[in-house]
């Protein structure tokens, strides 16, 4: 049973240009948060959703980032018109539905503007 | 209400030492305690958990110890090894009103176990 995978794991991209980030849940999994890790700092949560449905945003900026879940193919969060404070690690986790807790962690995505 | 504190921001441990870290709490909603740890480069992983119907869980050479009154938990690492330098978060969860898990991380602890 593969983890989730999330691809690129390195990102550059030059200021105002767009960002796709993309993530693979674990298989059976329907449920995917993507969170974001300044340098030395924690994960802040960005957003949850489940297949073709945002369940909660509250942790996305208004503008330039958008997140979605298809019913076919990965979860991707979108930065449109990228600042150099957006360079950080993001990462997704995915959860059964019904679980209880514990989320799982893909490996990042590390994204720098430049 | 939704934060997590959690301290020290950075630990040095001799190797067979203990290590602690603590954390704290706001909002008595939280229903599921974890800790994660993470590895320079890769994502976080659980290590343990805790529900706050239970004061202590041990599992292997890690221990949550949780008080519910004080709304606080910590994290022992019994006999410290140098492959347990990493990155150690808590976190706190609750049920939402949508019906699932929304995790609080705290701050991270960095974690170094010297030879």
């Known amino acids: 049973n593969a983890g989730v995978m999330q691809n690129p794991r390195h990102l550059v991209r030059r200021r105002g240009q767009e960002a796709r980030l993309r993530c693979s849940p674990m298989k059976g999994h329907s449920h995917v948060y993507w969170y974001r890790q300044l340098p030395e700092e924690g994960l802040k949560f960005m957003v949850y959703?489940?297949?073709?449905?945002?369940?909660?945003e509250s942790g996305m900026p208004k503008e330039r980032f958008s997140a979605e879940f298809p019913k076919e193919g990965p979860s991707i969060l979108r930065i449109q018109q990228v600042v150099r404070g957006d360079s950080a690690a993001y990462f997704c986790?995915?959860?059964?539905?019904?679980?209880?807790?514990?989320?799982?962690f893909g490996p990042g995505t590390r994204l720098t503007v430049t | 209400q939704q934060q997590v504190k959690q301290s020290p921001q950075s630990l040095i441990v001799q190797k067979g030492g203990i290590s602690i870290i603590n954390c704290a709490y706001e909002n008595t909603a939280f229903d599921y305690f974890p800790w994660y740890q993470q590895f320079p480069g890769k994502g976080p992983a659980l290590l343990i958990a805790?529900?706050?119907?239970?004061s202590e869980k041990k599992e292997g050479r890690f221990t949550i110890s949780f008080n519910k009154s004080a709304k606080q938990f910590s994290l022992h690492i019994m006999d410290s090894q140098p492959g347990d330098s990493a990155t150690y978060f808590c976190a706190a969860q609750r049920v939402n009103s949508g019906g699932y898990q929304k995790v609080t991380f705290g701050t991270g602890t960095k974690l170094q176990v010297i030879p």
């Open positions: 986790a995915s959860s059964p539905a019904n679980s209880y807790g514990e989320q799982y």
């Open positions: 959703l489940q297949k073709e449905n945002i369940i909660d």
């Open positions: 805790i529900r706050p119907d239970v």
